[in-house]
């Protein structure tokens, strides 16, 4: 069977069903971070694809594999492609989960030097 890319309209509805799936916490953090859902470049083993992206913070960004059938995070290039090391079939709220950890130690680290400086 050949593969074809996900419809926005078969993401729109896996999207909705993961959405209903979260705590109040994590619905709360894609609340303040999620944006309109839109397709992006992304870069892996040299390659441009697409994905669909569902939030984003000044630094990560988090979005939706459909070769790897999971959610994900990364981080945009220069160009504003997105650059992702891993190949995670995460659910929306594992990559919520993970978001969330990777602000928290960015917000201590931050502090951390505040404090130094």
């Known amino acids: ?10 993401f729109s509805e896996l999207f909705e069903r993961e959405k209903k799936s979260l705590n109040t916490t994590l619905a709360k953090l894609l609340d303040y971070i999620g944006i309109p ?27 939706y594999d459909d070769v790897e059938e999971g959610f994900e995070i990364g981080r945009k290039n220069g160009k504003g492609i997105i650059i992702c090391e891993y190949a995670n079939q995460w659910t929306l709220e594992m ?23």
């Open 37 to 63: 859902v839109v397709s992006e470049k992304i870069e892996r083993h040299n390659q441009i694809e697409n994905v669909w992206v569902v939030a984003e913070t000044k630094e990560i960004v988090l979005f």
């Open 95 to 117: 990559a919520l989960n993970n978001l969330k950890e990777q602000i928290s130690e960015q917000g201590a680290s931050h502090n951390e030097r505040k404090r130094s400086s």
């Open 1 to 10: 069977m050949e593969w074809t890319p996900i419809s926005f309209e078969d």
